[in-house]
């Protein structure tokens, strides 16, 4: 995702320490943040709210290199996924649902989420 006039609430979030969702303004279903309507009444008016930044892993990938990382697909309390590096792992001891809570690394201009392991 890059800064434009959609993301702008995103990343002005990010610098906050907040991580930005969207909520459907006609159903108050959550939609990750780059939802242009929503998943489930496809309504297109969608307004920003701050996630509770908790949430569990569903998937992950190690990638190999120097140094290695971990990727992870976190399924946030509030229902919407979003992917992400996960920092303070073991990577022999993880597990589907385990916990994460949002955090924010410097990448260029712009801060983006991480999750870090509870």
Known sequence: MLR????IEFFDGTARGELMIKR????GQF?????I???????ITLSWTES???????????VHGE??????LVELDEGPWLHGRLVD???GTLSVGDPFTVDFEQAGEEKIPIFRGE
């Open 37 to 43: 309507a929503c998943s489930k009444c496809h309504a």
């Open 24 to 27: 459907c303004d006609s159903c």
């Open 67 to 72: 140094p290695s990382s971990v990727v992870g």
């Open 89 to 91: 792992v073991d990577t």
């Open 4 to 7: 434009d006039d959609d993301s």
């Open 52 to 62: 509770s930044g908790r949430g569990s892993l569903v998937s992950w990938i190690v």
């Open 31 to 35: 939609q990750r943040p780059d939802a």
